[in-house]
């Protein structure tokens, strides 16, 4: 095979890296990154890093199926703002469940504007837990970052003041819960300190020195941070549910997909998205969470809407993992550029 021959394959092939080393940006829970990217000579294969799942707060792997669905997201985005068309099968393979997904790249097509402007907005993207202002969210943010999740394949319900209240009495069952399971707290400890793997994990700098006032108990991570709590509360806070029709794999996997969506539709519009996955934690609270449902759905994470305080800059963005360490090029190496190419 000639290099004339093969140059287009390394140019999609490098396109494919670069595609998973973005997606690296997506939000997950505790910052575990529990994915892994396998570069194809067509496409990206996505699977689950058990080793990164924690095992004593998601033990059935919700939440780390739906980090993963949001590493999807942040990928599809990548590859439509590059001028890339493409195909996704999601959980293609019933004898390998880890595999949650692959996409193949089915050509050129005309570079996505919207993909481009989320794209921005995945470097800026952070977790701010501080009160938020007085600011009310407008009705028309809420619309456009509801609609946004509605796309993906989930969906996003706009919880009432009474529902607030329930949610926050939820919250504080969910917290005890956590507080008297020795497990749940060992495992905080090691991804909020420096134990965890190198990129991974909540850093202090990002976690309030002190409880802020908020409505809804925030998560107590077992250890203070470092970031300091002004005054202030969440009253003008919005909160909303993300759930769906059913409690399997591909639900958990395409919330994440809406929540990426969400969450990156909130930032360009200069909104505040703190999700709040520890009364998703707990079975029983999870099922207080349905009733708001009448039943007809499925929980996966709680959202806390906001206007960021304008008195404080916003916290440093989380730590990521290297990208040879959670992209794998073996399978197309020899059609990769060399270095400084």
Same mark, same amino acid.
């Given at each position: 095979?000639?290099? =004339?021959?093969?140059?287009?394959?390394?140019a999609?092939?490098?396109a494919?890296?670069q595609? $998973?080393?973005v997606?690296g940006?997506?939000?997950?829970?505790h910052?575990?990154?529990?994915w892994?990217?396998?570069?194809?000579?067509?496409?990206?294969?996505?699977? +689950?890093v058990?080793?990164?799942?924690l095992?004593a707060i998601?033990?059935?792997?919700?939440?780390?199926?739906?980090?993963?669905?949001?590493a999807?997201?942040?990928?599809r985005?990548e590859?439509?703002? =590059?001028?890339?068309?493409m195909?996704?099968?999601?959980?293609?393979?019933?004898a390998?469940?880890?595999?949650?997904?692959?996409?193949?790249?089915?050509?050129?097509?005309?570079a996505s504007? =919207?993909?481009?402007r989320?794209?921005?907005?995945?470097q800026?993207?952070?977790?701010?837990?501080?009160?938020?202002?007085?600011?009310?969210?407008?009705?028309?943010?809420?619309?456009? *970052?509801?609609?946004?999740?509605?796309? =993906?394949g989930?969906?996003?319900? *706009?919880?009432?003041?009474?529902?607030?209240?329930?949610? $926050?009495?939820?919250?504080s069952?969910?917290e005890?819960?956590a507080?008297?399971?020795?497990? *749940?707290?060992?495992?905080?400890? #090691?991804w909020?300190g420096?134990?965890?793997?190198a990129?991974t994990g909540?850093?202090?700098?990002?976690?309030?020195?002190?409880?802020?006032?908020a409505?809804?108990?925030?998560?107590?991570?077992a250890? %203070?941070g470092?970031?300091?709590v002004?005054p202030g509360?969440?009253?003008?806070?919005? #909160?909303?549910?993300?759930?769906?029709?059913?409690?399997?794999?591909?639900?958990w996997?395409?919330?994440?997909?809406?929540?990426?969506?969400?969450?990156l539709?909130?930032?360009?519009?200069?909104?505040?998205v703190?999700?709040?996955?520890?009364? *998703?934690?707990?079975v029983?609270?999870?099922?207080?969470?349905?009733?708001?449902?009448a039943?007809?759905? #499925?929980? #996966?994470?709680?959202?806390?809407?906001g206007i +960021?305080?304008?008195?404080?800059?916003?916290?440093?963005?989380? %730590?990521?993992?290297?990208?040879?360490?959670v992209?794998?090029?073996? $399978?197309?190496?020899?059609?990769?550029?060399s270095?400084? $190419?």
């Open positions: 095979m000639t290099d =004339e021959t093969r140059q287009p394959d390394r999609l092939t490098t494919l890296a595609v $998973a080393a997606a940006r997506a939000p997950s829970v910052n575990t990154q529990p892994c990217w396998r570069v194809l000579p067509d496409g990206l294969e996505l699977l +689950a058990r080793d990164r799942q095992a998601d033990f059935d792997g919700r939440l780390m199926t739906l980090s993963c669905g949001a999807l997201h942040h990928a985005l590859l439509a703002a =590059e001028g890339w068309a195909r996704v099968d999601r959980l293609p393979d019933p390998h469940p880890d595999l949650l997904a692959r996409i193949v790249a089915n050509g050129r097509a005309p504007r =919207e993909a481009m989320l794209v921005q907005c995945m800026v993207r952070h977790t701010d837990r501080r009160p938020v202002s007085d600011e009310p969210v407008s009705d028309e943010s809420v619309k456009a *970052i509801v609609q946004a999740g509605h796309a =993906e989930a969906r996003l319900q *706009i919880l009432s003041a009474d529902q607030v209240m329930g949610l $926050a009495a939820a919250a069952r969910a005890a819960v507080a008297a399971d020795p497990q *749940i707290r060992e495992e905080l400890r #090691y909020t420096r134990a965890g793997p990129g909540v850093p202090p700098e990002v976690l309030p020195e002190q409880p802020p006032q409505t809804v108990p925030a998560r107590d991570f250890r %203070p470092t970031l300091p002004g509360h969440d009253r003008a806070a919005v #909160y909303a549910l993300l759930f769906g029709d059913e409690d399997e794999p591909e639900s996997l395409r919330a994440g997909e809406a929540l990426s969506a969400a969450w539709t909130a930032t360009r519009l200069g909104v505040s703190v999700p709040l996955s520890g009364v *998703i934690e707990t029983g609270t999870r099922q207080t969470l349905r009733q708001m449902l039943g007809l759905g #499925y929980p #996966y994470l709680v959202l806390r809407l +960021a305080g304008p008195a404080h800059a916003g916290p440093p963005h989380t %730590p990521r993992m290297p990208a040879e360490q992209v794998d090029t073996s $399978a197309v190496r020899g059609a990769q550029p270095r400084g $190419a």
